[in-house]
């Protein structure tokens, strides 16, 4: 059993953009894909003109095995879809943002459970909990 999601579509794998935005959102909807990406500065097999490339993955070991055992690489990241996702303007205001991106993330933001059909309306909800980042984390 893979400690994260598998893939929503293996036979896809690698056919994402590679620049894609980074964090954020607190919600997920699927991963699409593990990557780990390469740096030839850091050690890295340079084949790429001395540019960063990464390799994708359908599980989050496989991935990790692959960052251990080659030089020059980070953690894996997760490539996840979200069809909509709440935006933190600027420090506690947040934003529900209604259209679907695309977005790599430490895979331990994974933990939190996969955004439901409530779960956005519960966070703006007047009767959400004092804490409303609880209802992301599971805990509401």
């Known amino acids: 059993m893979s400690t994260y999601p598998p893939v929503k579509t293996p036979h896809l794998l690698g056919t994402y953009p590679a620049l894609v935005s980074a964090g954020g959102g607190y919600v997920w909807d699927e991963v699409l894909e593990y990557r780990v990406w390469c740096h030839p ?27 251990t055992a080659n030089d020059g690489t980070e953690p894996p990241l997760a490539l996840v879809l979200q069809e909509e996702y709440i935006e933190e303007a600027e420090p506690a205001v947040f934003v529900h943002i209604q259209e679907q991106r695309l977005t790599e993330w430490p895979v ?33």
């Open 41 to 67: 500065h850091a050690g890295a097999p340079d084949t790429e003109e001395g540019n960063d490339y990464y390799y994708v993955f359908a599980t989050y070991e496989e991935a990790l095995s692959f960052a």
């Open 108 to 140: 331990e933001c994974l933990t939190r459970p996969r955004r439901e059909a409530t779960t956005i309306p519960a966070f703006f909800s007047p009767t959400a909990p004092r804490n409303r980042l609880d209802i992301l984390r599971g805990l509401a």
